[in-house]
């Protein structure tokens, strides 16, 4: 089965940096987009970007876009989160999250378990 595993949360100050990555295995079709979810405990999981297979369009959530920038490396077939001007309200659990075919919808196919961001003041 498909697995989704990330990794290079941690803790930081407001303003610094982070990339995550997540790698999949047991992919043996191509995926139709990869993404991030992230969740704050009680709030619902929120969508945050995501990166077609086909074509590389990168979509992102109004409260990321210019901060965080998506990418692939589908050699490894692998997806990156790059976070800059990290703020506290980017505390959250992040999600790799990806999905058979076309979008990212709101419940995606395939989740990770998740690596923990957390941004101090």
């Known amino acids: 089965q498909v697995q989704l595993v990330e990794s290079g949360g941690g803790l930081v100050q407001a303003g610094d940096s982070l990339r995550l990555s997540c790698a999949a295995s047991?992919?043996?079709?191509?995926?139709?987009?990869m993404g991030w979810f992230r969740q704050t405990p009680g709030k619902d999981r929120e969508f945050v970007s995501e990166?077609?297979?086909?074509?590389?369009?990168?979509y992102y959530a109004t409260s990321v876009k210019g901060r965080f920038a998506i990418s692939r490396d589908n050699a490894e077939n692998t997806v990156y989160l790059q976070m800059s001007d990290l703020r506290p309200e980017d505390t959250a659990v992040y999600y790799c999250?990806?999905?058979?075919?076309?979008?990212?919808?709101?419940?995606?196919?395939?989740w990770g378990q998740g690596t923990q961001v957390t941004v101090s003041s």
């Open positions: 999250v990806a999905e058979r075919q076309g979008r990212i919808m709101n419940t995606p196919d395939y």
């Open positions: 047991g992919v043996t079709f191509s995926l139709g987009a």
């Open positions: 990166i077609t297979s086909t074509d590389d369009k990168t």
